[in-house]
């Protein structure tokens, strides 16, 4: 493990921000760090660059417990959630700043800007302030600036929240290419679920100061562990009483079930229906044309489902009653999430 | 209609307002310096050039200079620790900050003349150690530091605070020392304010009346300080010396004036 975090705490007066927090990187990967807001993201974050000093618990970079090394001794590169520019230096400077902090030679600190300016793409911008620059160009320069003085370690806070969905999409994907080519340890802290099965290598779920779960993206969509995570990605809607959809097994103190859009099947009374015999009548209650596909809110009994159709498929409307057929749902425990799978698919791959 | 309405009131408004600046700034302005070469130029000329008059000039320097340092030192901490930290007691200190502005010079005088006059516990001390704090020197130094003492930090809390931390975190995590950071990221920010802060600070210790004049001791020609000496003239029903020692003032005010226009203008210009 390249950076390795063991049992740390951190309190802001009675309020904990951090609770028992333990996790390991490896080295070169591009880790994201999501959580809903006030999670304690920020907080992680600033913890393993020094800004901020654990009550308890270790920090450990490259075999080296660094919990007394100061911040500007630690060599690690910040990208800040507002950037935090210099507003009184030019993009030239900002970028030098970190080089000239360490004496380095005028030639080369000329040449490692120059390289840097080429890398992220703002040639010619050289003399502007950070006050010239869009919101896109801001975060190169950011960017640009914490990878100056070579870091081994790259962090990343909210890089892409203040600029508009289209440009960050573009971002993502450039950042991401960047990261990978340089081959520089990365984490990066994101709200945005899309945003983080895009970008990362491995994800780390934090909820109220606790990690729920660590995993590849994938692993993590396809296996929560806990209910929080089963949650957290897609419009899942959650069932009080899923015994009431038909062919599931019973679970033993089972508190609810979550179910993600993509796990539901929505037909018309007509339609044809391989698990007919196993699906329940439902109302709907909206429809959204979503771009790529057609958004449903139907309600069975007192459940609102979340479910989609594709655009190919016969138009369902408003006010129609139509089968609901739910392939398999996360059912919680305490706060364990488990997957279960309607019997009705079992029945029929044994049939075939 | 409408319109008419408003350009009456506008123009009312500004008519008001500069009838007012010149009855009441510009007017005693011109009395100032007109009373002062009322007996023509050689008097002027003999009045200013007075052995006195040159002491207090000399004094009304020598306070004003020591303040302005004092106070640029002491406000630039105090602004920095008020912004920067969270400590308990920080709201008191900022209140603090702002009794001299609050309390009347002529009682913070007064303090200081308890302080450390005949009266006070630590008198015998102070004469013991040859100091002499009131009716001297040290004495009118210390009231102007006195009544001086937020102008420089008040004018920077607030550009500190709208600064926030991250720029100087963000310079920290790169390896740059306290000094660095300090030179090169914070200080540009506060620049213009800190400037306009010592410019005001200088304003109000050439000025100062009340306190300087309890703790002087009014001794010609070493604790009178210009505005000191002023009154001591115009009590000896000597006015054309006291006018034109006034002019001195009055031209001191006007230097400074300009020198804040123009770094209020550069300082606008910066941003
Ligand atoms: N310096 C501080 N003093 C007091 N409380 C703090 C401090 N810093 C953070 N907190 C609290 O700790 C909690 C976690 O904050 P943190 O900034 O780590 O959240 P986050 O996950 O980064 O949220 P966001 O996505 O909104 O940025 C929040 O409830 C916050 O109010
Ligand atoms: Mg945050």
Known sequence: MYVELKNINKSFGDFKASDNISFGIEKGKLIGLLGP????????????????????????????VINNIPASKREIGFVFQNYALFRYMTVYENIAFGLRVRKNDKKSIDKRVKELINLVGLEGMEKRYPSQLSGGQKQRVAFARALAPNPQLLLLDEPFAAIDAKVRQELRSWLKEMILKLGVTSIFVTHDQ?????????????????????????????NPETAFTASFFGQTSII????????FSKVENASSAIVRPEFIKITKKGEVQKFRSSAVSGIVERTLFRGSNIELTVRVGDVLLTARRAL????????????????????TVGNKARIIENESLRENSIVI | MKNEGSKIVKWLLIGISLLFAFLFLLLPLF?????????????????????????????????????????????LFAAWSVTKFYFRGKKLMTTMIDIPVTVSPIIAGLIFLLT????????????????????????????TVFVTFPFISRELIPVLESQGTDEEEAAALMGASGLTIFRRVTFPHIKWAFLYGIVLCAARAMGEFGAVSVLSGHLRGKTNTLPLHVEILFNEFRYVPAFAVSSILVMMAVVILIIRSVVEYRGKGAE
Do not use: H
């Not at chain 1, 945003?195 to 994800?203: H, P």
């Not at chain 1, 190919?312 to 059912?331: A, M, N």
């Not at chain 2, 009045?47 to 200079?65: H, N, Q």
């Not at chain 2, 008198?123 to 040290?138: D, K, M, S």
């Open chain 1, 37 to 64: 807001s006030g999670s304690g993201k920020t907080t992680i974050l600033r913890m393993i660059a020094g800004l901020e000093t654990p009550d308890s618990g270790e920090i450990i970079i490259d075999g080296k």
């Open chain 1, 194 to 222: 899309d945003e983080a099965i895009e970008v990362a290598d491995e994800l780390i779920i934090t909820n109220n100061g606790k990690i729920e779960q660590t995993g590849t993206p994938l692993e993590i969509y396809q």
């Open chain 2, 116 to 143: 450390f006059g005949r009266q006070s516990p630590i008198y015998p001390y102070l004469q013991a150690a040859n100091i002499q704090i009131v009716f001297a020197v040290p004495g009118i130094v210390l009231a």
């Open chain 1, 312 to 331: 190919d498929e016969p138009i369902i409307s408003v006010g129609e009653t139509v089968d609901v057929f739910i392939y398999r749902l996360f059912v």
């Open chain 2, 31 to 75: 009395t100032v310096i007109s009373e002062a070469l009322r007996n023509g130029w050689a008097a002027y000329k003999e009045a200013v050039t007075d052995e006195y008059t040159i002491s207090a000039i000399w004094l009304t320097v020598e306070a004003t200079v020591i303040a302005v340092l004092i106070n640029t030192i002491f406000g």
């Open chain 1, 240 to 247: 009080g009483d899923y015994t009431r959809f038909k062919t």
